[in-house]
Structures are given as structure tokens and as C-alpha cells.
């Protein structure tokens, strides 16, 4: 599965998000957005790289609107900087957006009435990899001078990967988190991060609302986190009485009840292991995680 989604419906999240998918390292099996892809392991420095993204299905980024996301990512940041601190991990995020001599926003509609839309469309997710390449794109009339590894030929910035290349060139780390916020004003619109698993496309998230749970949720994804809550998709029993279990051992996790008051929420360790923080998974996590008779990597 190569996305996870977050609904919100008055106030309920539903997740099309699928855990079971794992790939063979030497001698067990590692869970396939764990320490893969742009973004491994949450710590060092990091930079957040936000982009606005004015559409035709959503409201266009005034002034005011612009400032008060920043707000929120800030605090999203802070907090995830301070779970960080509580845990001995060093990490540092920086944040900076988009902007072109004074422009911000960057123009590119989506396909159909709406994200959630576009996604479950024939080809949606395809759909929704040129939007953001498109984007990306867009962004290269704000560098000045390509100097950056990847850009051996005299090519402009064509897709996700060049603009990563650019931003840790010009931020010196290697982890950049692509994040697209988008002005949007129905209450059901998702958020979503894509391609978190194994794959050869970058992974970036596109941020519906400017809750900073929401953000530090699609953020975490990014660096490997799960889902944690009951998908109204999931079929499985067991997997559903797994989440219970799962929720019900941590009741403040961030990946399970995202839509409350950033303060109120933690990282649990069970996400701390699929972001880095931790270096394994307990036996109890384990087996609500991934079952009992999966061995999982250790970092
Ligand atoms: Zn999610």
C-alpha cells in the first residue's frame, strides 16, 4: 500500500491505511516505511519544507490564513521537538515555505471535486504524484543557482527528487520533509502522506487542515509511523481487536487520536520504534503491531 490517509468527518478519522507489508532484510523482516526512502530516522537536523497550494476545490491562501498554518506548524514542531528531548533524541527541525519574490502560494488545481476525490479516482494516486511533481516543479524560479548533487545536467528542477536534491543542498541535511497545505474548507477532506513505504518515489504529506495534531501526525508518517486506530476498511477481527488493545494501551497516541489538542497527545513507543527513537519493539507491541510470528528488524 503505497499511502496513508486520514480522514476527518466530524471528527472521525478513517484510514485507508494498510500495515501488513514488509520486506526481508538478513535476518527478519522490516515493517516497509521503517528507516527507508528520504526520510529514515527522525533525528539530527530536519528541515520541513511547506509549499501552499492554492486550488480551484479549495479556498485560495490569504495573508492571514498563511500565517496562522505557520502557527500551527510551529507548534507541531515544538512538540515534536520536545517528545525528542524527553527521549534523548537529538533533533532539530527547521521549517521554511515556498515563496517567490513575495508569492507564496502556488497554483495547481487537483482533479475532480476534491483531494479525497482525485484519490479514490481510477489512477488516483498517479494522479496525485504529477500534481505534486507539478508543484515541485513549480518551486525552481525560487533558487538562484542549482548546485545541488543530483543536477549533472543543466535540467531544471523536474519533479520531488530535484527539488529534495536543491533543498539539502541549500539546508545542508539529507532529511527534508515535503509537506503540501492546501486551504480546504470541506470538513470531510483528508490529509494524507504518500509513498512512506519502500518505494522509488519520495514520500511527502498534503495537509488538509491546520490543526498541529494533524500535522505532527502527517509528519510522523513520513518518517515511518502508522496508523494506530481502527480503520472502518479493516475487515480482519483479530487486526481490529489488535487496535483496541493497541489504543486502549496509549490512550494519548498521537497516530490514534489525532483530531484533539496537540498537548493532550504523546508518541507512544511503538511509534517511537517506526520513526527511530527506539531501536526495537517490546514483545507485547510486537505482537499487536505485526503479529506473533513476525520477527521485526531491529535498527
Ligand atoms: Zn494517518
Redesign the pocket.
Known sequence: MRF???FLIVGIII?L?CNHNYYRTKNAYAISTVNNNVCKKLYGDVLLYAIFVDTRQAKPWTGYDISSTLDSIRKSIAWIEEKAKTNNVPLKIKLDFHVNKGKIPIEQHLYGESLSGMLFSNDGIDMIDNWANAIARKTKDAFTEDTSAVATTKNAITNRERLIARLRDKYKTDNVVLMYFINNYYTNEIS??MFTSAGLKTEFAIVSFKYPAVIA??FL?VFGAL?LYISPFERKRKSVKNRVAIMKAYPNEV?AY?YRQIEKLDISPMTQYLIGWKDSLTESDRKLLVGKKIKVYKY
Do not use: P, V
Request: glycine share 0%; proline share 0%.
Open positions: 496513508t490517509s486520514c484510514s491505511s494524507l502522506a501526525h502527517e508518517h496508523d497516530m489525532t
